[in-house]
Structure formats: C-alpha cells, structure tokens
C-alpha cells in the first residue's frame, strides 16, 4: 500500500461537498469511500517508529465507533459497503502499528526494503518446491549455530535410538535461555535504531536514512534467525 | 417504525429462543405455550405437517424416524466429517447423496438440508415473535457458536434467508452474553465467557472498556457439549442393557429415545441432589433399573469436561493474558450448570465464577441488544459497539500442499489482506485459488473453505499478469473475495465453488420450495393484520362514546353497535382472517351514522368560535371512517 502522502487523501465529501478526512467527512461525519493510503497515514501519524500505544488504541477506538459497520445497518448498500472497506483497513491498520516488530518491517516495506521471508511457511514451502530458502546465517552467529545444530542432531539421534542424554538436554536447555536473552536485547537495541530514524524523517538526508534501514533489516533478520533456533530446540526438546 | 423491529435469535442444539429490547431491557418473547424455550426438535406429524418445539417433543418418541434435534451439529458440514456424530445421533441422511454434496437427512418420506431444517425452527421464533408483536417480523440477528468456521456461518445465515428473515448480523453466542453481561453491569476490565451449551463449546476474553466490548481471542469446540454427555450415558445403559437383561435395544429408535429422555432428566437431577434413579421400561416389559451418584457421574463425565481446558488455555495465551488477569468468568449455556463443570471454571481461572445470569437465555438477550444497536440503538446502548475476532485463521494453499496464513485468528473484524497471482503459462486464462480455515501447516489438515477460480484473464506471458486478489472478513465472520487484473485493471471474474455450501441458486429454490410451508405464513400475516385492523377501529369507536354525538343516538342503535362490537372481540381472538374482516366491515357499517354525528359536533364547536384544535379533532372525526389499511413493508 505504497506512498499516498496524507495531502492527497483529502477531498470533497461525496454527501455534503466540504473537505474530507481520509475515512469520514469531518464537517457531516459520513464515511467516504476508502482511498489508498499507508497505515500511518490512516491514523493521521507521521512514518516514525516511535509510536505511543495510548494515543494509538484511543484513535483506534474513536474511528472505530465512527466506521464500523454496525453503525451503518440502516444505511444504504453504497455506504455499508464503503464502512466495511475503510473498518476493514482500520483493524488492519492497528493490528500492524500496535505491534512493535510488524510496525517496523511494515515500515521498511513502505520504504521499499524487501524483508527475508523466514516464516515457518515459508521454510516449509521452499522444502516443498525444492528452491533455495533466502536466509543468511548471521556472521556473530556462525560458529554458536554450527555448535548447536550438531547438539540438536545428536539429540535427534538419541532419541531415535530410545537413548536420554541428561547432560545433553541440559546443555541444550542453557543455550535456549542464552538465545532467549539474546532475543530479548535485539528488541531494546531495534528501539535504538527507531529513535535515530525519528530524528531523520523530517530533517535527515537519504543517505543516513537508508543507513538505519539497513541496520534495521540486519537485526530484524538476526532476531528471526534466533527465534527460528529456539523453536528448533524446543521441538528438539519437546519430541 | 414496525418494519424496522429486529428480532434477537438464539439458535441453539438443544433450544432456541427469540428476544427484543422492551425499552430498555432485553427480553425473551415466549411462544404460544408460555414457554421461553423452543425446544430445537423438528418433526413431520402424521398429516405430512411441521412440527416444532415442545410440540414436536412427543415424537422423538412416537415416529423417530419423522424427528431430529441437534441438527446444529450438521450446519456446514459434509458428510466424511459427520461419521463421529452418526455414531452417536439418529440422523437418518438421503439414500442419494452424492460425495461433496450438502447432506440432506429424512424425515418420513421427504429429506431436507440442516439449513432447511433450522429454517423450521427459525420460522416458528419468527411467528412466536409476530403473534407478541402483532405484527410482520422480517429482520433478525442470529446468534452462532465463536468458533464456528466460514461455512457454518453460512449454513446459519442461509437457514435465516429460507425462514423469510433478513439476517443483519451474525453474533458470537460468548459475545452477545457479553453484551447483556455488560448491559447490566457497566464495567470496565477483562471478563471471560466460559460458554458451554448442548452441543458447543466456547471460551472468550473479552475487554469491556467504556462501552467497546473489543474480544482479545476466543477459542473452542463446535462438537462439545451436553449432547456428549448424553451419549455417554445412552451407551452405558445401553451396554447394562445387553450385559445385565440380555438385551440389545440400540437399534431400536423408540427405545433409544426412551433411554436418552430418562439419562437427560436424571443428569439434570444430579445438578441439584446427590443421586438419583433410572427406570427405564423396556419394549417386552422388561425394565432397566439403576441408581447413579453424583460422584459416579461427575467421575464419568470428566474426560469430556476436561476438554473444555485447552480451548481456555489457548485463548489465554492468544490474549496474553494470565488467569488471575481476568475480572470476571461469565458462566453461559445449559451444561454449566453441572456443579463440576463449574468447580473446573473455577480451578481453572482461580475464581468463583458469575452465575446471576440465566445460563439459557442470556445469548438470546444479548442478541437482542445487538439487534438494538443495529436498528440504531436507544439510550441504554447508546455507547456500545461490539468488535469481534474471527475465531480461525485464514489461508490459500500455496506449492507442496502447504497453508499460507493470510489472516490470523483473534484478527479484529472486519479484517483483510490482500494476495498477488500470476500466471505460469504463457497465455493462461485462469487461476485457482484454494481457500483453508484453521492452524494447521499442511492443507489437507485445514479445513477447506472454497475454490475460486480467477477467470479470463488478458493473454500475456507467463508470469506477466498481476492479480491482486482481496480477501475480506465481514463483521459476520464470512469470507469475500474480490479480484483485479492490475495491469490491465480489468476485474476478474470469480467463481466460486463452496466447499460444503448451498450455492444460491439452491437457497433461492429453498425459499420456494418453503412457500409450501409459507402460505400458512401468508395466513397468520393476514390475520394480524385484521387484528391490528379491528383495534384500530375499536379504539376509534371507544373514542366516539366519550363524545357528544354518542348521546345523539338512539338506544337501538347503541344496543347495535354493543352487539357488533361484541362479535368483533369474539372473532378477534380466533385464527380466522375472513371473520374477522366480515365484523371489521360489519361494525363500520354500523357506526356510520356516530361518525358522521362526530363530524358535525365538531363542525359546529368550530363555529361556536373555538379553534379546530380545542374541538379536539384528533383521530375522532376521522375515525371509524375511514379506516387505514395497516401498512407493512
């Protein structure tokens, strides 16, 4: 959903002919046919990453109450249809800005970064086909995962034969926790990166720009890189 | 004003019931019997008639083979996912079905769809609701389990078009508790429906927050409830039966159903005492006798309650949430009122549970209050607004059988997300699209919503076209899609094959085929009609003896209007349409001259100097003549 700026949006009420809001007429309240616009714009937020989770869930639930399509049952079909469109586009909207790691990769698409696909759909698909899944191993991580993916196989193993390694599972189960926090100090590292591309948006130059988009896209891969480990130990572990 | 009433409609397995907002309160219109409950049993009596209800009760036992209940388990479903149930319900389907095609079950010598069979019952809420309104009803919100997939919602709102209602939306049973839960208590914070009825199982979180009920997750089982609990008593006695009194009765429909009467009451017995008796009279004169505690049932009955915990542990983590979290667990549907079930509930979310409401009608009420809201809400719900989840994942089936998630359960509705297809061949015309609901990895393990297939699209090379494919959830809970060949912005052509569903052509021939059944429909319209007519007239002519053209008749005419008035109430109360319009017509004859007398006392008052406002024109003069046809939409 690429690149309406909020200016566009805007334009005479079908109804009463006054400006427009993007989803209802702000002089008679009624909902408008849906224009494309990006999810902040939708919300009337510039394309930060800082976003305030109140101010986010009160907008939510003030648009709420003026799209819905409970509030249009007697309207005609025209209006129903265009309530369901622009609620629809309102739930999607919050679904993706409430959470924190969807509100960025959401903004990195806009921006044009093509995120790897490391979904567990995703992994099983390329199986499927037989084509090369696009994941890098990350450099720092190289040698941890070497390690782990050879104790995780002999885990398989033993477990094939009916063995129980204790050790083994112990071993296993502290390098989970040590992924975990790992896991845990991306988050607070990413926030980082959301403060200095908030500063940039309305002032900085391209250049510094695509500089934290790259080191976003580097640390979103390497946070899904990890969960994908955990999940592997777990299923390791759970078998 | 009357058209636009909106009924509430709870449709359950066991029983059905039908609400509307009286004011400020949700309340159930009962039916002719005085019951609240309508009984969802249906039977065809010996004259080829339907029966529904309590009425329809005595021939689960009588003709078996002309009767069914429960046949909310079948909405939506094809027949290789039914094989569980027939083991356990008499359902009887068509000799004749085909693979892949909507069951169709007997009744006598005929055979009806599951949406064809809640029809009936639908249309007899429909008829308890217009003989309490005294008027048409035509438009309902109808209530369905949280977790029921697309094609259930379907069967349900298909099952209201073939009862001649408007269906304005589909509830969540948990929900609407919610809505008259929260009706009454006007609370913030975080509450849990734990909703277990006769045949489903649903377990909801939901956050009230300044009159928006927003659902966090919801989570169940569509094959759970009391109905299990039921069964698992029929088979115990049945399997005593064969050991104790050498005898095998299960293939004996009336017996069966003798049995399943006895095991319902005595399981309703040990809710509120410590044991009870079975006696059972057998065909031969044989009986089955045989005493159960609580504790021997609560033992019994624990694996099927047990099943209720994952549900509510999922949705707990869907919701983030930890059970000391939530404020309040609403207790909803027939089976909580098992003391076990509600000892679990309350280990589960280390609470006593809420259990004001009354567990068999709070859905319908809550029904109502969303039908209220819809039909533009009235100061007691002004504020409300419903958000609901859907309670599955929706996929397509991309390469190696595998299910893409494109739309996560617990979304809020109205939810979308929007596909991009290509062509593999140069040239190709068409694309199929193959649609899942669930959460499962693999296709074949989810459960298959619909084929469409994308048709003529523009010539172009392999690869070259670009088709944006919508897919969209209503507030109901079904699925739209909508296609769009970008480059050359034509719209694609979609068709559609459901999986399990009636195409619309079948619910169109439905609904006519249902004017068989609907022309007695036609006749209780017409005889609330008259009946509205007849009062209308009598409360003119009530009128017309306060005024002083009354005293201008002679006794004998007075004495005949008494006597035609009378006979008006006396054909008033009966079902015949024609008797009551003769005396209509009868007494407007008769009280001619009163109105013409009426019309010149008011002429000359005027006269006297006083304005046509003091005269009190009102509806006097006009009244009895003419009288106003009641106007219905």
């Known amino acids: ?239 | 004003m009357t058209s636009d009433r909106i009924v509430g409609i709870d449709l359950g397995t066991t029983n059905s019931l039908v609400a509307f907002m009286q004011g400020e309160i949700p309340v159930v219109i009962p039916g002719e019997d005085g019951s609240n409950l309508v009984p969802s049993v249906v039977a065809l009596d010996e004259r080829d008639q339907i029966i529904v209800g309590n009425a329809a009760r005595k021939y689960l036992i009588e003709t078996p083979e002309r009767s069914v209940y429960s046949i909310k388990r079948l909405m939506g479903r094809g027949v290789e996912d039914i094989q569980e149930e027939l083991k356990f319900f008499p359902f009887r389907l068509a000799e004749d079905l085909e693979p892949g095609e909507v069951l169709r079950i007997k009744l006598g010598r005929q055979t009806f769809t599951p949406p064809e069979v809640s029809a009936f019952i639908l249309r007899q809420l429909k008829r308890n609701a217009e003989r309490f309104f005294n008027a048409p009803v035509t438009k309902a919100v109808i209530t369905v389990p949280a977790y029921f997939n697309d094609a259930q919602r379907q069967a349900t709102k298909d099952a209201g078009r073939i009862a001649g209602l408007e269906v304005l939306r589909l509830v969540n049973e948990p929900t609407a508790a919610s809505l008259a839960y929260g009706l009454d208590k006007q609370q913030n914070g975080i509450i849990a429906v734990y909703d277990l009825g006769g045949g489903t199982f649903d377990i909801s979180i939901l956050r009230l927050h300044d009159g928006i009920f927003e659902v966090i997750a919801t989570n169940g089982d569509t094959h759970l409830g009391g109905d299990d609990i039921d069964n698992l008593l029929i088979t115990i006695a049945l399997d005593d039966i064969r050991g104790d009194l050498g005898l095998d009765v299960s293939r004996n429909g009336e017996a069966v159903a003798t049995i399943r009467k006895a095991v319902i009451e005595a399981k309703i017995a040990l809710s509120s005492q410590p044991s009870t008796k079975l006696d059972i009279e057998l065909p031969g004169g044989k009986r089955y006798l045989r005493e159960t505690t609580r504790e021997q049932f609560e033992l019994l009955i624990q694996p099927i309650i047990d099943r209720t915990v994952a549900p509510c542990k999922q949705a707990l983590r869907d919701a983030r949430l930890k059970p000391e979290q939530i404020g309040e667990v609403v207790l909803v549907g027939g089976s909580t009122r098992i003391p076990k079930v509600r000892a679990l509930v309350e280990e589960m979310f280390q609470r006593k549970p809420h259990t004001d409401l009354n567990p068999d009608e709070v859905v319908a009420l809550g029904a109502a209050v969303q039908a209220n809201i819809l039909g533009g809400g009235s100061e007691a719900t002004e504020n409300m607004l419903l958000l609901d989840v859907t309670p599955l994942s929706l996929g397509i089936e991309v390469a190696g059988g595998v299910t893409d998630k494109i739309i996560l359960r617990n979304s809020t509705i109205p939810a979308s997300a929007t596909q991009y297809y290509t062509t593999q061949i140069d040239g190709q015309a068409n694309v199929a699209i193959h649609v899942l609901q669930g959460e499962r990895e693999l296709a074949k393990d989810c459960r298959s919503l619909a084929r469409f297939d994308l048709k003529g699209i523009p010539p172009m090379t392999a690869g070259m076209p670009r088709i944006e494919v919508k897919f969209l959830i209503d507030a109901n809970g079904i699925l739209h899609v909508s296609a769009r060949e970008q480059r050359s912005g034509k719209e694609a052509e979609i068709e559609v094959q459901p999986s399990y569903g009636l195409t619309d052509e079948q619910v169109e021939s439905m609904i006519l085929d249902s004017f068989d059944y609907a022309e007695e429909d036609f006749r209780r319209r017409q005889v609330i009609e008259a009946r509205r007519e007849a009062e209308t007239i009598m409360a003119a002519l009530e009128k017309g003896k306060k005024s002083p053209a009354w005293g201008q008749l002679a006794s004998d005419e007075k004495k005949q209007i008494a006597k035609l008035e009378k006979a008006l109430i006396q054909v008033k109360s009966e079902d015949d349409y024609a008797a009551i319009r003769k005396a209509i017509d009868a007494l407007n004859q008769g009280t001619m001259r009163l109105a013409e007398l009426m019309m010149d006392s008011a002429v000359s008052t005027a006269l006297k100097g006083k304005t046509m406002d003091e005269a009190d024109m009102g509806e006097g003069p006009e009244a009895p003549h003419p009288v106003a046809k009641a106007e219905f939409k």
């Open chain 1, 1 to 239: 959903m690429p690149g309406v700026t909020p200016g566009e949006a805007t334009s005479t009420c079908w109804s009463c002919g006054d400006m427009r809001a993007a989803h209802f007429c702000s002089a008679c309240g009624k909902v408008q046919p849906p224009v494309p616009v990006d999810y902040f714009t939708f919300f009337g937020f510039p394309r930060k990453l800082n976003v305030d989770a109140s101010v986010l869930e009160r907008e939510f639930y003030d648009l709420s109450r003026k799209l819905h399509p409970d509030l249009y049952a007697r309207a005609d079909s025209r209006e129903q249809e265009w309530s369901l469109e622009q609620s629809s586009l309102l739930n999607d909207a919050y679904r993706t800005l409430r959470d924190p790691i969807k509100r960025t990769e959401y903004l990195l698409r806009l921006e044009g970064v093509e995120l790897e696909e490391q979904s567990k759909t995703a992994t099983e698909k390329a199986r499927a086909t037989g084509d090369v899944k696009k994941q890098v191993v990350p450099p720092d991580l190289l040698e941890e995962v070497f390690e782990l993916n050879m104790q995780l196989e002999e885990l398989r193993m033993q477990k094939k034969m009916g063995e129980d390694d204790p050790a083994l599972i112990e071993e296993l189960g502290k390098e989970r926790l040590k992924l975990e926090e790992r896991y845990e100090a991306l988050f607070d590292e990413l926030k980082g990166y959301w403060n200095e591309w908030d500063g940039l948006v309305d002032s900085g130059t391209e250049d510094a720009r695509r500089q934290i988009r790259d080191k976003m896209l580097d640390l979103l891969n390497r946070r899904n890189y990890i969960r994908n480990l955990v999940r592997d130990v777990n299923e390791a572990l759970d078998s």
